[in-house]
């Protein structure tokens, strides 16, 4: 048995009530006065404490208020923070302290969500030893879990957890001992909002913006097809509410991410629908990404607002403070129309009319020629293709090419990434992780190089349009004009390390696997 090991489930016929009979006949013990806990366990939508081992609680018990940070596995908390309200809903927001360190980090930009309620019953014993001091405390609880502030309380079970009293390890392992060979009972130690969840039919990280699919490379491609695009609409819906009351940022930013798999999986997964079909709704998912994007610009804007003002001299950072404010107030107009067309019919006839496509069995007389081979076939040559021009595209870069040329070459790596994700699984992971990841690091070269010209045309375009709607001090306009001129050098050194992403990403054993996973059959598959 571990030392740490301090947590003890109770069965189904077991009672907190029958634990406590058990321990006070046997050791010296005095109850104190039962207490009601309540909880409410936040997270973000993510999941992102619970993935680096943090649980975040908001406990309210006997007339106090605390907000409480602990590890999954342990019930001593980092920190506890007094509350006067409901706790902050970004890290940024936080005091200063450890608790705000431990989790800025994994939030970064997502905001806290309320996960589980847990209503809490619990019985403190203290045990003593001959000369009437504390050597151990006994906290048996039985616990009720439901959905945040609505919906009926499930049973969780009980439990009892031991809390040490530093420098009388003797006397936890007598009781260890106890309640493990008395009273059978086993030592776990489950995360409270796991059990919370599960009563509640649910579990942690259930879900993640990120692709995991498990595919048999035999299945139809249609089939398959299908399936893929379910998950992203899964994934667009779920993200829906959280755009709509722009809880934060990453709401829509995965929303916009399943649309362009979407529209990438319809265009690069070549003949497994009928053509009609990708046509019509590769138009009409173009027009979410249309109706999205300015306002995902003024977001990506403020996010790194606070990078922008520090890459200035530090007696120039406060004049930006009226471009803030400028995108800001236009964040809350894009975000205002942006909720009326994703709230219009037209919206949601899309998403039903697409969902009924999807959820109707295959038809071999109106799919495509390639919806009945195996995908894995279907797969290798559509990722080999894209591979092809993605290399021939590459080589051919020298420094007197233009822009052009690159984001052209952007759009064909997106493609080659997305198909890399989709199938990932059909080949072994030891061979395919590296070439993501070489993927990776070249696509982040090529963003770089676009967006942070995006980025100084659309500040110029700020500028002009702050004029045109007020005053606007020159030492903003002048701030502003530097930003511009960091932008466009920070541009010029991503395109200076383009030749050594690219030379990676086209090494000699990245060629090789290439050839060998999807180079097979060089057949191309239907377009």
């Known amino acids: 048995m571990a030392a740490h090991t301090l947590r003890y489930p109770l069965g189904e016929r077991d009672s907190i009530e029958a634990v406590q009979t058990a321990l006070i006949s046997k050791f010296r013990c005095a109850a104190e006065p039962e207490v009601l806990r309540r909880a409410i366990l936040y997270d973000s939508f993510d999941w992102r404490l619970h993935g680096a081992g943090l649980q975040l609680d908001e406990v309210k018990e006997e007339g106090l208020h605390n907000l409480v940070l602990r590890a999954l596995d342990s019930a001593a908390p980092f920190e506890t923070v007094r509350l006067g309200s409901g706790p902050p809903r970004f890290a940024w927001e936080f005091p200063p302290g450890l608790m705000r360190e431990r989790i800025a980090p994994p939030l970064a930009m997502r905001s806290l969500l309320p996960q589980v309620e847990v209503r809490t019953r619990v019985c403190l014993l203290k045990l003593f030893d001959r000369e009437e001091k504390t050597v151990l405390r006994i906290a048996l609880e039985e616990s009720q879990a439901r959905h945040p502030g609505r919906g009926e309380y499930q049973p969780m079970g009980g439990q009892v957890q031991l809390l040490p009293v530093r420098g009388y390890g003797k006397y936890l392992t007598r009781v260890e001992r106890f309640l493990e060979q008395k009273l059978e009972l086993v030592p776990r130690q489950e995360p409270i909002i796991d059990l919370a969840l599960r009563a509640l039919g649910r579990q942690p990280r259930d879900y993640s913006s990120k692709l995991d699919f498990r595919l048999d490379g035999k299945q139809p491609a249609g089939e398959v097809a299908r399936r893929i695009q379910l998950q992203l609409l899964e994934t667009l819906e779920l993200n829906l509410p959280g755009t709509r009351a722009d809880l934060d940022s990453e709401f829509l930013h995965d929303l916009r991410v399943a649309v362009r798999r979407t529209r990438s999986a319809l265009t690069q997964v070549k003949g497994v629908f009928p053509g009609s079909v990708v046509e019509e709704f590769k138009s009409r998912f173009a027009w979410v990404g249309q109706i999205t994007s300015p306002t995902r610009d003024m977001d990506v804007y403020l996010l790194g607002f606070d990078a922008y003002r520090e890459s200035l001299p530090q007696e120039y950072q406060p004049y930006l403070e009226p471009l803030k404010q400028f995108l800001q107030a236009h964040q809350q107009q894009e975000q205002q129309a942006m909720v009326r067309k994703i709230n219009s019919p037209h919206f949601h006839t899309l998403l039903k009319e697409w ?161 060998s996973l999807f180079g097979k059959g060089k057949k191309e598959s239907p377009e």
């Not at 890399?420 to 070439?435: C, G, T």
């Open 355 to 515: 969902r009924a496509f999807l959820e109707t069995p295959p038809d071999p007389e109106s799919d495509g020629e390639a919806a009945a081979r195996p995908i894995r076939k279907v797969a290798a040559r559509r990722i080999y293709k894209i591979y092809r021009r993605v290399l021939e595209e590459g080589l051919a870069i020298d420094a007197y090419s233009p822009p052009e040329a690159l984001h052209e070459l952007r759009k064909n790596c997106k493609k080659l990434r997305y198909l890399l994700e989709f199938f990932q699984s059909l080949y072994p992971p030891l061979e395919v992780r590296p070439l993501i990841k070489a993927l990776k690091s070249l696509l982040d070269n090529l963003g770089d190089f676009q967006d942070l010209e995006v980025q100084a045309e659309k500040l110029r375009q700020f500028a002009h349009q702050m004029v045109q709607e007020g005053e606007v001090p020159a030492d903003t306009l002048l701030a502003m004009g530097m930003l511009v001129d960091n932008l466009l050098k920070r541009q010029r050194q991503a395109r200076e390390t383009f030749d050594s992403r690219f030379a990676h990403f086209s090494r000699p054993e990245h060629v090789q696997t290439y050839e």
